[in-house]
């Protein structure tokens, strides 16, 4: 491989939640390891690999010009999206004013919110829910409506069409959140299902904020269909969220954008965005997002997306082989595994608390998957070079699931 997914990063002391806040008081982070074991971080999003050098490059290039003032978007960063979205996804048709910048895509979700409904409505989401669209909703006055999905016959999951289309009638639905790829499920929807889900959408005028963040992020053997491209109400109902940040790792240099190709939903959109005068770029996070998307950035996903593929499918594997009473769905997308631990919890009379914290002992540190409203599940990050992978299987294996204190 040209790029480097092998080396053990030392994040310590490099702003890195995911390592530096491990034991920290009061938080959503995992309790620090017991004497003798090192962290393996595997809970939030991020990625434990270098980014691509040619961000690296953008960044340090506009770095050495020792100004940074005032400035706007260039041609070059609207450019480089629609030739990314072109090149990888195939999308047709996109232009600049299309596009609209985003602080993050949570940001995005609340500023389409304030336009599509009011305070107290309700709005439709999928369980088990991504933490964040659950804080957004709760935090400004939403109220949540669950359309679970559910494991079929093949243990893949699916959208319950009969449920989605019932809550949507019932509770006078007009908002839908949508997550393609799905966090935390790792499902890539297939064509059917979205032209199914949007056939319900546009019998009953809803309008779905689709985060489409994971979208590059595709397991060898499957392909991310943009939701806006599966119809004409699709394309013209639909505020698509996107961001290099869980592509490249750069979520702390903040920078999502919008694709929303209504003229009137967007400019209302964009109003909303600029009332609170934060939503504003920053000039290094448009280098980055230049550099991401060069060929160079290209490639580089490219060789993500077989190294992720490789340590999902050890990673599924060793589960099914050796943790009796953990079930486990194939992502096709994303890095994150959903572990169900409930058959295993109950034979062996422990609650998920107590199975969380016996892997926090020895450093594996995976989520707690309740929170995503997965009742004894637990969501594990896979973005590690694949010898830390196998070192926290072993782990799991020997001191969590084969041992009771």
């Known amino acids: 491989m040209k790029y480097d997914f092998t080396t053990i990063m030392d994040r310590k002391g490099k702003d890195a939640i995911a390592v530096d806040s491990i034991g920290a008081p009061g938080g959503m982070a ?6 003798g074991f090192d962290v393996i971080p595997m809970w939030v999003a991020d990625m434990n690999f270098p980014t691509a050098p040619s961000i690296q490059e953008a960044i340090r290039a506009r770095i050495d010009h020792p100004a940074y003032g005032y400035f706007e978007p260039t041609d070059e960063y609207y450019n480089s999206i629609i030739r990314w979205q072109k090149t990888r996804h195939g999308v047709t048709g996109l232009h600049v004013e299309h596009i609209g910048y985003e602080n993050g895509v949570l940001g ?25 669209f659950t804080g957004v909703l709760r935090n400004n006055g939403y109220q949540i409506v669950h359309s679970p999905l559910f494991k079929d016959g093949e243990g893949t999951w699916r959208m319950d069409f009969a449920d989605m289309e019932e809550k949507i009638r019932d509770k006078h639905i007009h908002a839908a959140i949508f997550c393609s790829p799905h966090n935390p499920c790792g499902r890539v929807w297939e064509r059917e299902e979205l032209e199914k889900a949007y056939e319900i959408f546009e019998k009953y005028g809803v309008t779905v904020i689709s985060d489409e963040i994971w979208s590059d992020i595709i397991l060898d053997g499957n392909t991310h269909i943009p939701s806006q ?3 004409e109400y699709a394309r013209s109902h639909t505020v698509a969220l996107y961001a290099p940040s869980k592509t490249f790792n750069l979520a702390g240099l903040v920078g999502s954008y919008h694709i929303i190709y209504d003229r009137i939903l967007k400019e209302r ?7 609170c005068h934060y939503n504003s770029m920053n000039v290094l996070s ?3 997002l230049i550099g991401a998307y060069k060929d160079e950035g290209q490639e580089w996903v490219d ?4 190294v992720l593929t490789e340590n999902v499918r050890y990673a599924v594997g060793y589960i099914r082989e050796h943790f009796k009473g953990v079930s486990v769905a194939m992502p096709e997308g994303t890095y994150m595994l959903f572990l169900d631990c409930r058959e295993w919890c109950e034979k062996n009379g422990l609650t998920l608390p107590e ?13 707690d998957g309740a929170m995503f409203n997965g009742e004894y599940c637990v969501r594990m990050n896979l973005a590690l070079p694949l010898s830390r992978v196998e070192e926290a299987m072993e782990r799991l294996n020997k001191y969590v699931f084969s041992t009771i204190e």
């Open 108 to 132: 995005g979700v609340v500023s389409a919110l304030s336009v599509l409904c009011s305070r107290g409505d309700a709005v439709l989401v999928h369980t088990p829910t991504y933490i964040g």
């Open 303 to 306: 060789e993500l997306c077989t």
């Open 229 to 231: 491209s599966v119809s």
């Open 269 to 275: 959109i964009d109003k909303e965005s600029s009332l």
């Open 30 to 35: 995992p309790e620090a390891p017991d004497p």
């Open 355 to 367: 199975l969380e914290k016996k892997a926090w002992r020895v450093g594996v540190a995976w989520q």
């Open 286 to 288: 448009m280098h980055a």
